[in-house]
């Protein structure tokens, strides 16, 4: 059981890997580091102006740290 975890864990990674590499750079400078931005852009959640790919990332990310834990925690 251990090994099929690992095994899902180092796909998990490469994939993660992959999908962040894919993505678009953002030119917002300090305020885009911050997440700065303006009155306009309060409309709507946060999780629907995420793009395709970034939605793809999060949903990875949960993963890796599911599957990291579980890993630590299996004995």
């Known amino acids: 059981m251990k ?3 690992g095994v899902i864990h180092i796909l998990i990674c490469i994939s993660l890997s992959g999908v962040i ?18 009155q306009a852009d309060m409309g709507g959640s946060q999780w629907q102006r995420f793009t395709g790919l970034s939605k793809v990332t999060v949903v990875l990310t949960v993963l890796f740290m599911v599957t990291a834990i579980v890993l630590v925690l299996y004995k």
């Open 21 to 38: 590499l894919l993505q678009q750079r953002k030119q917002g400078g300090f305020s885009g580091i911050f997440g700065g931005g303006t």
């Open 3 to 5: 090994t099929i975890l």
